[in-house]
């Protein structure tokens, strides 16, 4: 937990070490110091820390590494170690404190909305921060809102409830919500959307809003809201469906990235679109080999019905293109594919323009949440060639599997600017700053790079 107060100064200090300053720093304590360093093996490696008690046994100061230098990891698991009481950092470099404090609060997350015994009670330490810092809050509202919409349980979060959850940061803005739901996306062309949520008891939606200067750059922000993925009448194992609340990852990242953008009034002209269905099994769910007239024009071949999200994205990105926008950037769980290459942790972006996808990877380095890119290989494209329809949705073969499902994407982009992550939106084991359970992947990256692009 972090406290803004006028009086930072209140509970325990910390004091930073840097692993690069070590020996400077224990050439500087006296005996009983160092006896302790060396005691607990202390050698300035993030999160690692020792409590040094004062004449009365009571824990006096807390020496706490940072690793080679400050970063959101470096305190990212502190506030679920140290005892449960306040601290302060005493020695931080301003230049530092943001960037270390939001650390500390990216690690303070959980999700125990569902533990009764444990929903109202504090579970970390807090640290004691000046106002002047209080603008972490934006970045950790927002990651925190992608976290608890990924980890709500899927019976909490069908297209219904997310549209409300949608509605609430809307509110929160004022701002006006768009919403086509139902038989309504038939009328007005979204058949794919409809195709994919139409078997669910909460109907399929296309949720819609901007907001900013109508002068200003257009940026439209575009997520994967698959509810829940059953697999539909391809239909998934029982493990293969246990995470599969998390398949409208990408729409909770696009809302949260959102809200940081509009709370930290970027100069653009924002606009969001947000498809959520629930791809269920019912009599009347889509069928493998049916074929859908997209919102583009182009006619798709259904090759598995697992394969739900390229098809709720790509009415979505036709509609983008619309309003000739200078960016679009999607979200999505795409494919698992991705996470067989590139493993959990390290999302896989797909861009149609150099210079975009070189200014992203460098905004993601700066901030700690790397990402890697993947390329649109053009030669792969006739493996979405389909014999009654003019694109299969789905790839003749499962080899480079990410990669197929990006140019189905491409497709319905044309020219315009384009950026796709394909994404595991959760942390499968606990890191610093990045607790087990949902995650707003790419968000901070995507945040630094539009605030260094647009500007505020």
Request: with cysteine; aromatic share 8%.
């Amino acid at each position: 937990m972090l406290i803004f107060d006028d009086n930072p100064q209140q509970g325990t200090p910390i004091e930073l070490v840097a692993s690069t300053d070590l020996d400077d720093w224990l050439e500087s304590q006296d005996e009983i110091t160092k006896k302790w360093a060396k005691q607990h093996q202390f050698e300035g490696k993030a999160n690692q820390f020792f409590v040094l008690p004062d004449a009365g046994g009571i824990p006096g100061k807390v020496f706490a590494g940072i690793g080679k230098k400050a970063s959101v990891k470096s305190l990212g698991a502190l506030a679920h170690r140290l005892p449960k009481q306040s601290y302060f950092l005493s020695n931080a470099a301003d230049e530092d404190t943001y960037v270390l404090a939001l650390g500390w609060g990216m690690g303070t997350y959980r999700y125990n909305v569902y533990r009764t015994k444990e929903k109202d009670k504090e579970t970390t330490a807090k640290l004691y921060l000046d106002p002047t810092f209080k603008n972490i809050n934006d970045e950790l509202e927002a990651v925190n809102l992608s976290r608890d919409l990924i980890n709500t349980p899927a019976g909490d979060m069908l297209p219904h409830n997310f549209e409300l959850a949608v509605r609430k940061v809307c509110k929160q803005f004022e701002i006006d919500l768009n919403v086509t739901t139902g038989e309504e996306l038939l009328e007005a062309g979204f058949r794919t959307i409809h195709a994919v949520g139409r078997a669910s008891v909460s109907a399929p939606r296309l949720l819609d809003f901007s907001w900013g200067n109508a002068d200003a750059s257009k940026v439209t922000l575009i997520g994967k809201g698959v509810c829940f993925d059953s697999g539909g009448l391809d239909l998934k194992t029982a493990a293969g469906m246990l995470d599969m609340k998390k398949d409208m990852g990408g729409a909770a990242i696009a809302l949260g990235l959102a809200q940081l953008i509009m709370a930290r009034q970027l100069n653009i002209r924002l606009r969001v679109l947000l498809p959520a269905v629930e791809n269920a099994v019912s009599a009347n769910a889509y069928h493998p080999r049916d074929v859908i007239h997209t919102y583009k024009g182009t006619t798709v071949e259904v090759g598995n019905t697992d394969a739900e999200g390229r098809l709720i994205l790509c009415d979505a990105i036709t509609l983008a293109t619309e309003e000739d926008p200078e960016l679009i950037i999607d979200f999505a769980t795409l494919t698992g594919a991705a996470r067989v290459a590139l493993g959990p942790d390290l999302p896989a972006m797909y861009c149609n323009r150099d210079e975009i996808a070189d200014e992203i990877l460098e905004s993601s380095q700066t901030v700690e949440e790397l990402v890697w890119r993947l390329p649109l290989f053009k030669s792969y494209r006739s493996m979405l060639d389909s014999k009654v329809a003019d694109l299969s949705s789905t790839s003749s073969t499962p080899l480079g599997g990410s990669i197929t499902a990006a140019l189905f994407l491409e497709h319905f982009v044309n020219d315009t600017p384009w950026v796709h992550f394909d994404l595991m939106a959760s942390n499968n084991r606990m890191r610093p700053a990045h607790p087990e359970g949902g995650e707003g992947s790419v968000l901070r990256t995507l945040f630094h790079y539009l605030h260094s692009r647009f500007g505020g």
